[in-house]
């Protein structure tokens, strides 16, 4: 199967590619418009494999999308291109606007075209996969509550208001013309290959360094942490299984506290990294204001995944947890050549 993935330079989206060039037997066609998060220092290990190739391009671009899915003839496209830091989002929502509502939709619009001329057994076998994420939700009112897919949206941030808004056209696309869409929302990712200034990078990269370590407001904010190679396996599962017109809730299950997955990557530090110029790490956690309209508890309940797709997470938190610090401490050349960029572990969102 030939695969068109969005937004494969990303942390998910090389995760994505890697995992299908490295343990299925599909093509990918890797679309990025790189931007700061797009890396393709990522896809080293795969870059020059046969099946894989790459194309630099903006999906609001409509005559590149409409060239590209003519010449490669995709069986299936996985929408992963999106802006998707919720801090960037508070300073900055315009481009999260453009990317997450007004590219879907002009994706959306160039695949329609490029299906509804598929012969009729291709058009019938094609899938268009929407990955997403479980902040379209909103908080969480009680300790025990848990996302479903059928959670009412109501998104907090702009971010999370641009990919609800993305769900939104997906599935209009799917009653009014018929796509062919599946979508997944996901939970918190973490593991090798993250921009760092999301929560667990930021917090190993400024540790090594010896550098205060930022926790918003008390640090009780609690998240489901999923590594991503566990979620990339399960967006798989879900393009080659799911049904058509369904919803997926991919989590890891395993709720934190971000003060206690804060501590979590100190001890592991204080083990891993005992030459850090500061030890043991805890000392440098600093609490600091919250961001505006943080929520307070996401979870998933991935149930129906397991139960419909056979797909469960590999990695329990602290197996996934270990092995992301270890990846940090032994590919500093890939994190340092993200530092060289515009991003040098500043705090956003404030």
Same mark, same amino acid.
């Given at each position: 199967?030939?695969?068109?993935?969005?937004? $494969?330079?990303?942390?998910?989206?090389? =995760?994505?590619?890697?995992?299908?060039?490295?343990?299925?037997?599909?093509?990918?066609?890797?679309?990025?418009?790189?931007?700061?998060? +797009?890396?393709?220092?990522?896809?080293?290990?795969?870059?020059?494999?046969?099946?894989?190739? %790459?194309?630099?391009?903006?999906?609001?671009?409509?005559?590149?999308?409409?060239?590209?899915?003519?010449?490669?003839?995709?069986?299936?496209?996985?929408?992963?291109?999106?802006?998707?830091?919720? /801090?960037?989002?508070?300073?900055? @929502?315009?481009? %999260?606007?453009?990317?997450?509502? #007004? $590219?879907?939709?002009?994706?959306?619009?160039?695949?329609?075209?490029?299906?509804?001329?598929?012969? =009729?057994?291709?058009?019938?076998?094609?899938? %268009?996969?929407?990955?997403?994420?479980?902040?379209?939700?909103?908080?969480?009112?009680?300790?025990?509550?848990?996302?479903?897919?059928?959670?009412?949206?109501?998104?907090?941030?702009?971010?999370?208001?641009?990919?609800?808004?993305?769900?939104?056209?997906?599935?209009?696309?799917?009653?009014?013309?018929?796509?062919?869409?599946?979508?997944?929302?996901?939970?918190?990712?973490?593991?090798?290959?993250?921009?760092?200034?999301?929560?667990?990078?930021?917090?190993?990269?400024?540790?090594?360094?010896?550098? @205060?370590? @930022?926790?918003?407001? /008390? $640090?009780?904010?609690?998240?489901?942490?999923?590594?991503?190679?566990?979620?990339?396996?399960?967006?798989?599962?879900?393009?080659?299984?799911?049904?058509?017109?369904?919803?997926?809730?991919?989590? +890891?299950?395993?709720?934190?506290?971000?003060?206690?997955? #804060?501590?979590?990557?100190?001890?592991?530090?204080?083990?891993?990294?005992?030459?850090?110029?500061?030890?043991?790490?805890?000392?440098?956690?600093?609490?600091?204001? /919250?961001?505006?309209?943080?929520?307070?508890?996401?979870?998933?309940?991935?149930?129906?995944?397991?139960?419909?797709?056979?797909?469960?997470?590999?990695?329990?938190?602290?197996?996934?947890?270990?092995?992301? #610090?270890?990846?940090?401490?032994?590919? @500093?050349?890939?994190?340092?050549? #993200?530092?060289?960029?515009?991003?040098?572990?500043?705090?956003?969102?404030?």
């Amino acid at each position: 199967m030939r695969i068109l993935v969005t937004g $494969g330079a990303g942390f998910i989206g090389s =995760a994505v590619v890697r995992h299908i060039i490295q343990h299925t037997g599909d093509s990918v066609l890797n679309l990025d418009k790189l931007t700061y998060a +797009g890396n393709l220092d990522s896809l080293a290990d795969v870059s020059e494999d046969a099946r894989y190739e %790459f194309a630099q391009v903006d999906i609001c671009d409509r005559a590149a999308l409409d060239a590209l899915l003519a010449r490669y003839q995709p069986a299936a496209v996985m929408h992963l291109a999106a802006e998707s830091h919720v /801090d960037r989002s508070i300073d900055g @929502p315009a481009a %999260f606007i453009e990317t997450n509502i #007004v $590219g879907t939709y002009t994706l959306l619009e160039a695949v329609r075209a490029y299906w509804s001329a598929l012969p =009729a057994v291709d058009r019938s076998a094609f899938r %268009f996969h929407h990955i997403s994420t479980d902040e379209v939700y909103g908080d969480l009112d009680g300790p025990e509550d848990l996302f479903t897919e059928t959670t009412a949206y109501a998104p907090s941030s702009p971010y999370s208001a641009s990919k609800a808004s993305s769900d939104h056209l997906v599935r209009a696309w799917r009653r009014t013309y018929g796509l062919p869409v599946l979508v997944t929302n996901c939970s918190n990712n973490y593991g090798p290959y993250h921009f760092p200034e999301k929560l667990i990078p930021h917090v190993i990269l400024k540790a090594m360094q010896g550098e @205060p370590l @930022p926790v918003y407001g /008390d $640090g009780s904010q609690v998240r489901d942490w999923l590594h991503v190679e566990d979620h990339a396996r399960a967006l798989h599962t879900v393009l080659r299984r799911g049904e058509v017109g369904e919803t997926y809730n991919i989590g +890891g299950h395993n709720e934190k506290r971000n003060i206690d997955v #804060v501590k979590a990557i100190c001890t592991l530090l204080d083990e891993l990294h005992p030459q850090s110029p500061v030890t043991p790490h805890e000392q440098l956690i600093t609490f600091v204001k /919250d961001r505006p309209g943080h929520d307070l508890r996401y979870a998933i309940d991935a149930g129906k995944i397991a139960r419909e797709l056979g797909w469960t997470p590999d990695e329990t938190f602290d197996t996934g947890l270990r092995k992301t #610090v270890q990846w940090y401490l032994e590919n @500093p050349r890939w994190w340092q050549r #993200v530092l060289s960029g515009d991003y040098q572990l500043q705090r956003l969102g404030s």
